[in-house]
């Protein structure tokens, strides 16, 4: 059960809340969902049994199992890829974390009630304009993670979060009624759930297996690491196609409140970044008890990234620590202040930011992914992941059909997608 919720609280972030609608509505709806879950299927759950199989084959967090199982190979590269993306993701999330900060505060205060959905859209252009007002959310998310991070208590976040999120979870669910619920809410579910194929471009597709890798955390080595604290007993199989639910399931849930309650209040669901700040606060503000429901829910969604945020910062602090002999303490400050200088990159420059969160989810994570999975198919001996996936001397059933996945599937299907990117870009 700790696995499964230690690497759940990882998946589960704003990745799923605030990122995965967004790019649906960019993409055009439904034809995207199910690129989406197609690539989670077929691509993103073998690459996340991978993870799992080499974190607990070495019982080694990332750059030291590559180490352990070729040594003196460059496939440590792959760690080091993960550490950057971490970094890079870092200086955006928490941008994104402290927008959400500060719509709970504004909710404690009540300053979106009642209005309008264009007072609405203002509201959230004001504070993602303001650089400097950024900065400071930003500053005090950071603060917060650095000080959990420093002091090595992350497990009692995680504690609490076992709580917390089932309850975020509710309060998805009692939102999606308030949202099915609107007057011109089937427009929103059309548009969610009913496919267009003639929407399906290069960047579709593209940003389909980004978002699939970005939302469960794969192609960085971060759960590779979660892997080394995988029970034996525990089927990995069993373990990543219930991680992928439940981060689906959010995912899911979340867009089908945004896009009825999108469609109801006519707001653009191309709009990018902003789309979940200007919608949810509609949804709330029609809602009984909706500044209570507002509050619950924004803080909680600040825990949600909290966790997220935590496990990226300990990816770079864990490097930053071996490779330079250096305390935790010091390490921390380090790597927060590194992640500093690029959040205020990104919260003075909206193409930087657009840029690094394109670039780490539809390019680094896929390349890292790429990466594992040349070397668990084609370096590592079969045997080593086939008695990694099978438990008590049960064999893992599908492992051919897993085996050709690896070798040939995943590899082909990123470079490909790849290829179609580069030539899009170059066109
Ligand atoms: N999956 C996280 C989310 O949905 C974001 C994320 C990507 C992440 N890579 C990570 C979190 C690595 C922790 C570690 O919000």
Same mark, same amino acid.
């Given at each position: 059960m700790g696995a499964i919720a230690a690497a759940a609280g990882?998946?589960?972030?704003?990745?799923? #809340?605030?990122?995965?609608?967004?790019? !649906?509505?960019?993409?055009?709806?439904?034809?995207? *969902?199910?690129? =989406?879950?197609? $690539?989670?299927?077929? #691509?993103?759950?073998?690459?996340?049994?991978?993870?799992?199989?080499?974190?607990r084959m070495t019982g080694q967090p990332v750059t030291s199992a590559f180490k352990t199982l070729c040594p003196g190979g460059k496939w440590q590269a792959i760690g080091i890829l993960g550490v950057l993306t971490a970094f890079l993701i870092m200086s955006y999330?928490?941008?994104?974390?402290?927008?959400?900060? =500060?719509?709970? !505060?504004?909710?404690?205060?009540?300053?979106?009630?009642?209005?309008?959905?264009?007072?609405?859209r203002q509201f959230f252009i004001n504070i993602s304009t303001d650089s400097v007002s950024c900065v400071v959310w930003l500053i005090l998310i950071l603060a917060a993670t650095a000080f959990i991070v420093a002091k090595g208590v992350s497990g009692g976040i995680e504690r609490y979060s076992k709580i917390l999120m089932p309850?975020?979870?509710? *309060?998805?669910? !009692?939102?999606?009624?308030?949202?099915?619920?609107?007057?011109?809410?089937?427009?929103g579910l059309t548009f969610y759930l009913k496919p267009d194929f003639s929407k399906i471009t290069p960047k579709t597709v593209f940003d389909a297996l980004g978002q699939s890798f970005f939302s469960l955390s794969i192609g960085m080595g971060t759960m590779t690491t979660y892997g080394a604290y995988i029970q034996r007993t525990q089927s990995l199989s069993g373990l990543a196609m219930r !991680?992928?639910? @439940?981060?689906?399931? @959010?995912?899911f849930l979340a867009g089908a409140v945004i896009f009825p309650c999108v469609f109801a209040f006519g707001i653009n669901p191309g709009q990018g970044q902003g789309l979940v700040f200007v919608t949810l606060p509609n949804i709330f503000n029609m809602m009984p008890l909706g500044r209570l429901f507002s509050v619950a829910f924004f803080s909680l969604l600040v825990v949600?990234?909290?966790?997220?945020?935590?496990?990226?910062?300990?990816?770079?602090?864990? =490097?930053?620590?071996?490779? $330079?002999?250096?305390?935790?303490?010091?390490?921390?400050?380090?790597?927060? %202040?590194?992640?500093?200088?690029?959040g @205020?990159?990104?919260?003075?420059?909206?193409?930087?930011? =657009?840029?690094?969160?394109?670039?780490? %989810?539809?390019?680094?994570?896929?390349?890292?992914?790429? $990466?594992?999975?040349?070397?668990?198919?084609?370096?590592?001996p079969t045997q080593k992941i086939f008695d990694e996936l099978s438990i008590h001397g049960t064999? $893992?059933?599908l492992f051919r059909a897993f085996c050709f996945i690896l070798r040939y599937v995943v590899p082909i299907v990123i470079l490909i997608i790849f290829a179609n990117g580069l030539y899009c870009w170059l066109a």
């Open positions: 990882s998946a589960v972030g704003l990745g799923n #809340i605030w990122r995965f609608p967004y790019i !649906v509505g960019e993409d055009g709806g439904a034809a995207f *969902l199910l690129l =989406y879950v197609f $690539f989670t299927i077929v #691509i993103s759950i073998p690459v996340l049994m991978t993870e799992f199989s080499l974190g999330y928490n941008i994104v974390s402290g927008w959400t900060l =500060y719509y709970s !505060v504004a909710s404690v205060g009540g300053w979106l009630e009642g209005l309008s959905e264009d007072q609405i309850l975020l979870f509710l *309060l998805i669910i !009692v939102m999606l009624v308030r949202s099915v619920t609107l007057s011109g809410a089937a427009e !991680v992928a639910a @439940v981060d689906f399931l @959010v995912a949600a990234a909290l966790t997220s945020s935590i496990s990226l910062l300990e990816v770079v602090v864990a =490097y930053i620590k071996t490779s $330079f002999n250096m305390g935790r303490r010091k390490a921390t400050v380090i790597a927060s %202040a590194l992640t500093l200088l690029f @205020v990159a990104c919260a003075f420059s909206p193409t930087f930011f =657009y840029i690094v969160d394109n670039a780490t %989810a539809n390019i680094m994570m896929p390349l890292g992914a790429f $990466f594992i999975v040349i070397f668990a198919g084609w370096i590592l064999r $893992f059933k």
